[in-house]
Every structure is written in C-alpha cells, then in structure tokens.
C-alpha cells in the first residue's frame, strides 16, 4: 500500500513586513499588536495540518483552534479564550481569510495558499480539495508551472477545471473563460492578481502598481490599487468602501458583468447614494 500524501508543510516563508499589511488596522485598533501573533499561530495551524486551510466551523474545531493559540500565547498577560475568538473573527472580518470560505468552517486565503504553492512544487503528488482552492491557473503559472497542483488543473482531476469561483466549470466553458480573458484585455487580465505583490519577474514586467483584491473569490473581485484605496477612504469612509466593494464583488460575479474601471465605478456609485 502506498504511503499516504503529506499535505503538512515543515517551514514556509513569512511575508516581510507581514505586521504593516492594511488588513491588520481594524484588528489592531480593536484588540492591540497581539492579533497579528494570533494570525501568526494561525499560519502555523493551517501549514502544520492541512496545509494551506484549517476546519473551523464546528464548536469543537474552534475550541481546539482557540486552546492551540491559547497555550502559544502563554505567559504574562495572556489572553482569555473569549478574547482570542474576537481577534479570529476580526482577522476574518478584515479579509485576511477568504470569507465565504470562512463562512463555511474553513480558513484559507491566496496569499496562505500561494505560500503553499510554492513550498510543494518540488513534491511529486500534492492532493488538493477543488472546492476549498483559490489560485487560478494564471496565477499557479505564475509561481511555477511545475507543481503537481497546476497537473491536476491541466488535466481535470477531481473535478479541477481551472480557476475556482464556487462552482466547477466544464473544459467548455474553461476555453471560454480562457479566451475571454486573452481578448477583453485591459482590467480583464489583471484579475490574475491577488492581495499583495506577486513576487515574481513576470508579475512584475505585467503589473507595476499591484492592485489590491477585495471581495469575491477568484476573478470575481474588485481591482483597487493603494493610492484608488486612500482616496476612497478618504471620500467616502470605512463602511461605504466595504459596502460598495461587496456590491461590486456581487455585481461582477453573480450577474457576470464586466467592469472596466472598479473606482470610478464605486466612486459613481458613492455619488448617487449621496456618500460623497
């Protein structure tokens, strides 16, 4: 009998400059420096089990997870099991995990993923779950074309047919995602892109501004870069940039629009509801 695949990693990379992300504001407005250690443990949690998610659905997987931070903060001032579930769920709240996964009972999200990519590309058989993955193929290509993962979406396996966006599609409608993306052109093409700097010499001849993702999962998602976010910010507030960026979120995915311009669009729109 073969042995069974490892999905663990034993190290990955950390992020530079990790603690300065945008995402960790709110969190730590709310709750101090310490959530970003909490977030930390997490990542520890998800490349030391699963590998690139962790269950946290069930009361029983959130105690397990809640106690596993606990004991990792242990020490002076060390905070109390109801505490460490906020920061989570702030963490969650603020983007750093894909929501609609989280929704579900399962943290994950590109970056912790792409991490994951690239820490297994030298492994000969990587096992993932389709409906829990976010990478699309450009992205995976990206990074490296020569993981087991980036096989499996080439050849289908397990219901894989190239990027995830909830649903599994078809080889058919695969081509048609493909060519559309090679003729739209423009904002279409940058939809490959993720939270942060993609740290590749191809990403970065592609791209040198690196927009920001929000919302959705896969290309459905809303195109913003540092300076469209503080302006936004700065125009219509903290609440109103999430509101209108879910909304967009919405609007491209479930109605399949496409959107050239994502702040002029939610800027219009910010407009006619009288934000600015």
Same mark, same amino acid.
Do not use: C
């Given at each position: ?177 493909? #060519? $559309?993306?090679?003729?739209?052109? &423009?904002?279409? /093409?940058? !939809?490959? *892109? @993720? %939270?942060?700097?993609? =740290? ?29 976010? #503080? $302006?936004?910010?700065?125009?219509? &507030?903290?609440? /109103?940039? !999430?509101? *209108? @960026? %879910?909304?967009?979120? =919405? ?26």
């Amino acid at each position: 009998m073969a042995a069974p695949t490892k999905a663990r990693l034993e190290y990955y990379a950390r992020d530079i400059g990790l603690e300065r992300d945008r995402k960790f504001r709110r969190p730590r407005l709310q709750h101090g420096a310490v959530v970003v250690l909490v977030y930390e443990l997490l990542l520890d949690l998800i490349y030391g089990d699963q590998g690139y998610f962790l269950y946290y659905g069930s009361t029983d997987q959130k105690e397990d997870v809640h106690w596993a931070i606990q004991t990792g903060l242990q020490g002076k001032d060390q905070p109390a099991v109801d505490k460490i579930s906020k920061m989570v769920a702030s963490l969650i709240d603020s983007g750093l995990f894909e929501p609609r996964l989280a929704e579900q009972g399962i943290l994950t999200s590109h970056r912790i993923q792409r991490t994951y990519y690239r820490a297994t590309v030298e492994r000969r058989e990587v096992q993932i779950q389709p409906a829990y993955w976010l990478l699309s193929p450009e992205e995976m290509q990206l990074l490296s074309r020569k993981s087991a993962i980036l096989r499996q979406f080439d050849r289908g396996e397990n219901g894989v047919y190239g990027a995830n966006n909830g649903e599994d599609l078809p080889r058919e409608a695969q081509s048609k995602e493909k #060519d $559309s993306t090679r003729s739209g052109g &423009g904002p279409r /093409a940058l !939809d490959i *892109y @993720v %939270e942060d700097v993609l =740290d590749t010499d191809e990403g970065q001849q592609l791209r040198p501004d690196y927009p920001q993702l929000f919302g959705g999962i896969g290309q459905h998602r809303v195109l913003l870069t540092d300076a469209q976010i #503080d $302006s936004l910010m700065i125009q219509i &507030g903290h609440e /109103a940039f !999430d509101y *209108y @960026v %879910e909304k967009l979120a =919405d609007y491209i995915g479930h109605k399949g629009r496409f959107v050239k311009d994502h702040y002029r669009t939610i800027l219009k729109w910010a407009r006619e509801d009288g934000k600015v």
